[in-house]
T-cell receptor, first 112, second 112 residues
Framework: KQEVTQIPAALSVPEGENLVLNCSFT??????LQWFRQDPGKGLTSLLLIQSSQREQTSGRLNASLDKSSGRSTLYIAASQPGDSATYLCAVRPGGADGLTFGKGTHLIIQP | DAGVIQSPRHEVTEMGQEVTLRCKPI?????LFWYRQTMMRGLELLIY????????DSGMPEDRFSAKMPNASFSTLKIQPSEPRDSAVYFC??????????FGSGTRLTVV
């Protein structure tokens, strides 16, 4: 059974810092990996989607990498801003099945 | 595109009552997923459909839960009878087959 782990569970940093959120998964047979953002009391917003054949995706200040063989992904946030404060969720779409398996998330606070 | 639309946004009901949650996926998406989110367990996949056909309902917690997708533009998740432990946020998501997910805003269910 696929398991997804996100480290750290919580992170608080001052504004302007670059930071890295980590995600690991136990079964490397995946179709894709997706990073989401969730604000308190809100739904999930897709940030980046990485297909299994890709190594990384970039959107603005966000960069996500994927190392399928080692079962790891990282989300890099450059020049963090208070508006980046949210919970960030990593999810993998397993090979041979369609349902996403989610990690528990990293609760990020950017201090002004 | 209006995105994935869920209704109601909030539902408060008494134990033993029937609850019906509704979802309209993005037009053209052929996969639809129902998730439940709680603080303790995070996001859990309940059931998903491909081309309106239920594929995997192994995440449905009990027989009290049922889901239908009568056509490509509508799905329901029903709980009958509801119990306090069903209180959670229920999300619907849709995607193209093996593509990235788009989530709805969720339904916050409280069973008293």
């Amino acid at each position: 059974k696929q398991e997804v782990t996100q480290i750290p569970a919580a992170l608080s940093v001052p504004e302007g810092e670059n930071l890295v959120l980590n995600c690991s998964f136990t079964d490397s047979a995946i179709y894709n990996l997706q990073w989401f953002r969730q604000d308190p009391g809100k739904g999930l917003t897709s940030l980046l989607l990485i297909q299994s054949s890709q190594r990384e995706q970039t959107s603005g200040r966000l960069n996500a990498s994927l190392d399928k063989s080692s079962g790891r992904s990282t989300l890099y946030i450059a020049a963090s801003q208070p508006g980046d404060s949210a919970t960030y969720l990593c999810a993998v779409r397993p090979g041979g099945a369609d349902g996403l398996t989610f990690g528990k998330g990293t609760h990020l606070i950017i201090q002004p | 595109d209006a995105g994935v639309i869920q209704s109601p946004r909030h539902e408060v009901t008494e134990m033993g009552q029937e609850v019906t949650l509704r979802c309209k996926p993005i037009s053209g998406h052929n996969s639809l997923f129902w998730y439940r989110q709680t603080m303790m367990r995070g996001l859990e996949l309940l059931i998903y459909f491909n081309n309106n056909v239920p594929i995997d309902d192994s995440g449905m917690p009990e027989d009290r839960f049922s889901a239908k997708m009568p056509n490509a533009s509508f799905s329901t998740l029903k709980i009958q009878p509801s119990e306090p432990r069903d209180s959670a946020v229920y999300f619907c998501a849709s995607s193209l087959l093996l593509g990235g997910y788009t989530f709805g805003s969720g339904t916050r269910l409280t069973v008293v």
